[in-house]
């Protein structure tokens, strides 16, 4: 009996200069649509909660018959590590063989690898739902996920002006000035400044994301201009809300990166459980993107999109990994 091969494991060091952003976009993309057609198996999420400190720990996992291989993706958010010196995530990717069931492959990717994957998720949403002109971006959230979301969608917007807020104003003011020494954000162009206030931010932004781990919403649906597209990212578990639900009643395109999952725990959940839409009126992002489902129709419109974060995006991101180290045949 032949002696099984060791996994490869890589640091983060070596994992950051294999994923190409513009790659992972179109990646993402693609994944998208393959689990919104069905293709690909992902078992529902697994979490594990956290209240003295606080935190919560995210298990994902799934594969696409017919690859190389499967995923096991766990990442954790621990809120009160800022404030002890420590990164608030953490975590790691497994890649075993579909063939096997053999480990192949340990990413030590720190929680990179899932922040890069729902960036792009972001610009992917961006791409096919915000107006064809962004007049200005709005970036709620001043952590690693709301700057990682302005960087990536540098490749998909073209917009001239950005206003960021937070609840700590000097939090925001950091992140601002490190955005604007930013050489992807020179490059292009963009004009970044710290909102005083959301109330302010929300009715001058036609492209806005929000990124924060808030439990009830952030501002008011009617604050929202027509013509607005939003993203909201930070409601990937139970009890997280950062957007007014009435919003979701007001939007002319609901978009969920999964349907069932955002019923469960995104910002559809609390505008179905509150009678405000019907299920049946959401459709997937995978759905937007190859034509089956209608997303925006006009510049005047109001979309949203709940993005939870899907499996099938950390397969594809660690695919695109294995096959940068020669290991995959090509990335689906």
């Known amino acids: 009996m032949s002696a099984p091969v060791q996994p490869v494991v890589l640091p983060l060091s070596e994992i950051e200069p294999l994923v190409d952003p513009l790659e992972l976009i179109e990646v993402i993309e693609r994944g998208f649509v393959l689990y919104s057609q069905g293709r690909v198996t992902v078992p529902p999420v697994g979490f594990l909660n956290f209240d003295d400190p606080p935190g919560d720990v995210h298990i994902k996992y799934g594969y696409v018959p017919g690859d190389d291989v499967y995923v096991l993706k766990v990442a954790s958010g621990f809120y009160h590590n800022p404030s002890l010196g420590l990164p608030a995530g953490d975590g790691l990717i497994l890649v075993f063989s579909q063939t096997t069931g053999a480990l192949e492959l340990v990413l030590l990717d720190r929680c990179w690898l899932t922040d890069m994957r729902t960036a792009a998720a972001g610009a992917v949403a961006a791409k096919h739902l915000a107006p064809d002109s962004v007049e200005c971006i709005g970036i709620v959230g001043t952590g690693v996920q709301a700057r990682m979301q302005l960087e990536m969608l540098r490749h998909v917007v073209d917009c001239s002006r950005c206003l960021v807020w937070g609840r700590d104003s000097a939090k925001a003011a950091v992140m601002v000035e490190e955005m604007r020494a930013d050489d992807g954000i020179q490059e292009w162009g963009l004009e970044v400044i710290v909102a005083a206030a959301l109330e302010n931010l929300v009715p001058q932004c036609d492209l806005i994301v929000t ?70 009126q959401i459709v997937e992002l995978g759905q937007v993107i190859d034509h089956s489902a209608p997303g925006r129709a006009g510049d005047h419109q109001i979309t949203v999109a709940d993005l939870t974060g899907v499996a099938i995006q950390d397969i594809q991101i660690a695919k695109i990994v294995r096959e940068a180290l020669g290991l995959q045949r090509a990335v689906v």
């Open 211 to 280: 990124a924060t781990s808030a439990r009830a919403p952030l501002f008011d649906a009617d604050l929202v201009q027509l013509g607005t597209h939003v993203t909201a990212m930070g409601s990937d578990d139970h009890g997280k809300q950062e957007l007014d639900a009435a919003l979701l009643r007001r939007a002319d395109v609901v978009v969920a990166d999964s349907r069932s999952q955002c019923v469960d725990h995104g910002e559809c959940h609390y505008a179905v459980q509150g009678g405000l839409i019907e299920e049946d």
